[in-house]
């Protein structure tokens, strides 16, 4: 693939694999018999929740260019649902209802929209692309190691590095020892050679818990064969179970479905 998807409407969806180019997955260089439980040796804590809502700013920039400022909406329901609305100037733009094994999206801008599944989304980027792996990046949380890799972990200072590979992605997490937080979160292809960039920052405690939340996410994408495309979050609302969320997500009678 040789241009990134619109980062407004796969922000979530396409987060670690959109950029990438077709190619074929590749094992793991360190493969094991038995995975390490890196949840166990990793020191990062996740937020920790039933229901969650943020809203906050959205700014894209792809190819040199800055699109217009969003508006962005979050709504979560751990492990199971994440749902995100953008709207420029007072429009809804976009919708996304996300859950473990669909993704559906609607482009009001162009009157069409999008429906599949994870397995489809890995199989056309040829990434492996999870529910998990989104849920953990919008948030800020701790991604652990799939089944079958062997995490390496090493300690530098007040840093935790957490390193493993996930079919043609070394995938990296730097940990604050202090905060107990993911910092930076580094994903390369080995076979393309595009790398994806992820920084958590502003971290502040959220009620009821006083749990600590990523406020600031920014992303960077940069092509092997390309310009770097970013996109920077800035949440200004965070609630956690202050209430049941609703997820509304319903297709328009006359939307062309995007192949």
Same mark, same amino acid.
């Given at each position: 693939?040789?241009?990134?998807?619109?980062? @407004?409407?796969?922000?979530?969806?396409?987060?670690?694999? $959109?950029?990438?180019?077709?190619?074929?997955?590749?094992?793991?260089?360190?493969?094991?018999?038995?995975?390490?439980?890196?949840?166990?040796?990793?020191?990062? $804590?996740?937020?920790?929740?039933?229901?969650?809502?943020?809203?906050?700013?959205?700014?894209?920039?792809?190819?040199?260019?800055?699109?217009?400022?969003?508006?962005?909406?979050?709504?979560?329901?751990? /492990? $199971?649902?994440?749902?995100?609305? *953008?709207?420029?100037?007072?429009?809804?733009?976009?919708?996304?209802?996300?859950? =473990?094994? %669909?993704?559906?999206?609607?482009?009001?801008?162009? =009157?069409?929209?999008?429906?599949?599944?994870?397995?489809?989304? $890995?199989? =056309?980027?040829? *990434?492996? *692309?999870?529910?998990?792996?989104?849920?953990?990046?919008?948030?800020?949380?701790?991604?652990?190691?799939?089944?079958? %890799?062997?995490?390496?972990?090493?300690?530098?200072?007040?840093?935790?590095?957490?390193?493993? !590979?996930?079919?043609?992605?070394?995938?990296?997490?730097?940990?604050?020892?202090?905060?107990?937080?993911? !910092?930076?979160?580094?994903?390369? /292809?080995?076979?393309?050679?595009?790398?994806?960039?992820? /920084?958590?920052? /502003?971290?502040?405690?959220?009620?009821?818990?006083?749990?600590?939340?990523?406020?600031?996410?920014?992303?960077?994408?940069?092509?092997? !064969?390309?310009?770097? %495309?970013?996109?920077?979050?800035?949440?200004?609302? @965070?609630?956690?179970?202050?209430?049941?969320?609703?997820?509304?997500?319903?297709?328009?009678?006359?939307?062309? =479905?995007?192949?």
């Amino acid at each position: 693939m040789n241009r990134c998807f619109p980062l @407004v409407l796969f922000l979530a969806a396409f987060l670690l694999g $959109s950029c990438a180019r077709k190619t074929v997955p590749t094992a793991s260089k360190n493969p094991s018999t038995t995975p390490a439980p890196v949840a166990d040796v990793a020191r990062a $804590s996740s937020v920790d929740f039933r229901y969650l809502s943020a809203k906050g700013k959205a700014q894209i920039e792809q190819e040199g260019n800055k699109l217009p400022t969003a508006n962005l909406t979050l709504r979560v329901r751990k /492990d $199971s649902i994440i749902w995100l609305s *953008v709207s420029v100037a007072g429009f809804e733009g976009a919708r996304a209802y996300i859950t =473990r094994d %669909s993704v559906r999206v609607l482009n009001k801008l162009q =009157r069409e929209y999008y429906a599949g599944d994870f397995a489809y989304l $890995s199989q =056309r980027l040829n *990434v492996p *692309v999870t529910f998990d792996q989104v849920q953990a990046i919008l948030l800020g949380n701790y991604l652990l190691a799939p089944t079958g %890799s062997t995490p390496e972990v090493t300690t530098e200072g007040t840093t935790q590095r957490v390193q493993f !590979q996930q079919a043609s992605l070394l995938v990296e997490q730097l940990i604050n020892l202090g905060q107990q937080k993911v !910092q930076k979160l580094n994903v390369k /292809d080995s076979q393309s050679q595009n790398n994806v960039t992820v /920084d958590f920052s /502003d971290f502040r405690a959220v009620a009821p818990a006083n749990q600590l939340f990523a406020y600031n996410v920014v992303l960077q994408i940069q092509q092997a !064969q390309g310009p770097t %495309s970013s996109a920077t979050i800035n949440y200004r609302n @965070v609630d956690v179970d202050k209430e049941r969320l609703a997820f509304p997500f319903s297709v328009p009678s006359g939307y062309a =479905r995007k192949k």
